[in-house]
């Protein structure tokens, strides 16, 4: 495909007098990390090519306030909060889909109680629900046979109980996945929670992303798939702390999905 | 005699009694120092989390060596106490084994009863084992140093006389039935205490019914003792853990509290139509101290063993930091007894000017990343994030005491709607080359 791809806003499909079915929240990490951003990309081009009536809010977009939240500046959280879901009501938005667990956390049980009442999936629930009705097909087995392990973000796996949907579309692509030892309910925290991606570590011994990445490479994976923008990043630098680099790739479930499909 | 032994035994149920309520009272007066809570939804949902989670150990067997020989030990404490039952009715009233009428049953039972206290002798020995000989890891954290580790030796060491007393009690029970003893019924069956026979065939009646009646004595004080001491011991949990987890979060683990204090100040600036002008302005924000803490957050600190599994899950206690969620619990729990005792002294009202924060360092809070390994580990769904979260809500929104780091975080938020100095209008530049 060599013509660019245009992702609509939601304010576009208004002045057409059309609605999105469902608003992709792409989040703060998403829209201006670098690395986040292929996350996002790759994840446009699913939808397009699986041809979702999809829009995003653009510039009308603003942080959720979890990291402000969790930081314990709860006044901060709630003025983003209360925009946030102007924004969205306004829209009369009722479905979104985000590429980060958590934006996607914070949307489905923080803002409730604010408001903003939404039905809120993750992108691995969205590819997942995709599979399953054929919409999203693979090609001759694309990773088959090949190690991948994956690691469960704390705010899509604890905090919200899903542990499947990202399983099934490694599954889908006839993956071999290697679990680590702590996963599920028992994942080890990539190190970047609760406002942690924003400020250095406490004194320790040790990083928590060190920590964690030895425990994926030591799968035997040379894919570690991801679900989270932060955990991508923070696995990636374990992998450059390990000199692994160019031997073991850190990659979220959108952009393998994308890679399996050539998009 | 045999009156001033049952007068004596019903004199002393009733002093040991006293004593346990009094503490008892003491303990619920300290938990309900914390702010109220009104946790009574969806009640089905409550009593299967308490079925599962305390009466079925369902997440005890997580850590499966641990598990086994903690569920023995469970089993063991619940079903002897059947027999205590007996006991009580034998010392009031001067029978003997006043329940042996029941015949087969009676003599199963007793049976039963005795191959449990082997099993639980056999697990506090293998508990004790991993604690001195096996040293895992958990067991030996800072906050683990003193009290704690003494506390949680007495207990193993309490159980495991008690468990021979009663084994004794047995034996030379069963050499008094074969002798035709007066008042000692020929009832029960004992698997185990028939080996302990030989130790005591030799003794003519007279001593023999010392002997029974000392290990009588003993097993029915230890126990007495036993009741009077887990109040003051990390053990109420066997206790505790059922309310726990009956109280126990049911909303996502995710989801943390939005105040509806700071709802309302917000709504008063953005939307002054929804806010309720007649709501009193908080006197603080976050917890500074445990009667900022609900009810259920103190319910949580007295029902901790101590046993680690959080702390030994936490991913910043693990890479060497600071942070130990179960040294949150015992802080909270130290505090609660702190400020209770002061009200003692002084009166309900009272408070001592001391705070939570004195006991938990601002290194500690920062260390944690909400990841809720701590709460999903607990046994017994405790939950030291909300203890945490409140703590750093204070030092943030009170003292502005947070990295600087944060703070820059905090302003960019607010100014570029992003964590990160980016401007606002480049959020969708990302769209500008998809190929």
Known sequence: MSETLHVPTVAELTAKGEKPDVLFWVGCAGSFDERAQKITKAFVKILNNVGIKYAILGTEESCTGDPAKRAGNEFLFQMQAMANIATLNAYEITKIVTTCPHCFNTIKNEYPSLGGTYEVIHHTQLLQELIDEGKLTFGADPFKGKKITYHDSCYLGRANGVYDAPRRILEAMDAELVEMKRCRKNGLCCGAGGAQMFKEAESGTKEINIERTQEAIATGARIISANCPFCTTMMGDGVKHANMEGQVEVLDLAELVAQAKDL | ?435
């Open chain 2, 1 to 435: 005699m045999q009156y001033i032994e049952q007068i004596l035994f019903v004199a002393i149920l009733a002093v040991a009694i006293y004593f346990f309520t009094q503490k008892v009272k003491q303990i619920r007066r300290n938990i309900l120092i914390g702010k109220d809570q009104i946790i009574n939804d969806n009640k089905p949902a409550r009593w299967m989390m308490m079925a599962k989670v305390a009466l079925g150990q369902s997440k005890m067997v997580v850590r499966p060596v641990a598990g086994f020989f903690h569920i023995l030990i469970y089993l063991g404490f619940v079903l002897i106490n059947i027999e205590v039952l007996e006991i009580l009715m034998d010392g009031i009233f001067g029978t003997h084994r006043v329940l042996s009428f029941m015949g087969p049953v009676y003599d199963a039972a007793i049976g039963f009863f005795e191959i449990l206290a082997v099993l639980v002798l056999v697990s506090c020995l293998v508990f004790l084992g991993r604690r001195f000989v096996v040293h895992i890891p958990r067991f030996h954290s800072p906050e683990m140093k003193g009290w704690s580790t003494k506390d949680a030796t007495y207990i193993l060491v309490i159980e495991i006389v008690l468990m021979g007393a009663l084994l004794k009690m047995n034996a030379v029970d069963q050499v008094l039935q074969s002798k035709g003893a007066d008042h000692y019924v020929a009832a029960g069956s004992f698997p185990v205490s028939q080996y302990l026979v030989g130790f005591f065939q030799n003794y003519d009646i007279s001593t023999l019914v010392v002997l029974e009646r000392v290990f009588w004595w003993f097993h029915i004080l230890g126990i007495l003792f036993f009741l009077n001491y887990v109040p003051y011991s990390k053990h109420l949990h066997i206790f505790l853990a059922f309310p726990n987890t009956w109280y126990g979060r049911l909303q996502p683990a995710g989801q943390f509290a939005n105040m509806p204090e700071i709802t309302n100040e917000v709504n008063l600036m953005l939307d002054p139509s929804k806010a309720d002008p007649n709501m009193p302005p908080p006197d603080k924000f976050g917890v500074s101290d445990v009667t900022d803490l609900s009810w259920k957050n103190l319910l949580d600190a007295y029902s901790c063993t101590e046993c680690g599994r959080c702390t030994s899950s936490c991913p910043a206690n693990i890479t060497g930091k600071k942070l130990s969620p179960r040294k949150i619990m015992m802080d909270t729990r130290d505090r609660a007894d702190e400020l209770g005792k002061a009200k003692d002294v002084n009166g309900a009202d009272y408070h001592d000017g001391k705070s939570l924060h004195d006991y938990i360092s601002q290194e500690e809070l920062l260390a944690c990343t909400t990841c809720n390994a701590c709460v999903e580990a607990c046994p017994i769904n405790i939950n030291p994030l909300e203890i945490i979260f409140g703590m750093r809500q204070f030092q943030t929104l009170e003292k502005s005491n947070m990295p600087g780091e944060w703070a820059m975080m905090n302003s960019n938020i607010e100014n570029n709607q992003a964590p990160w100095q980016f401007s606002p209008s480049d959020r969708a530049n990302w769209t500008h080359d998809i190929k």
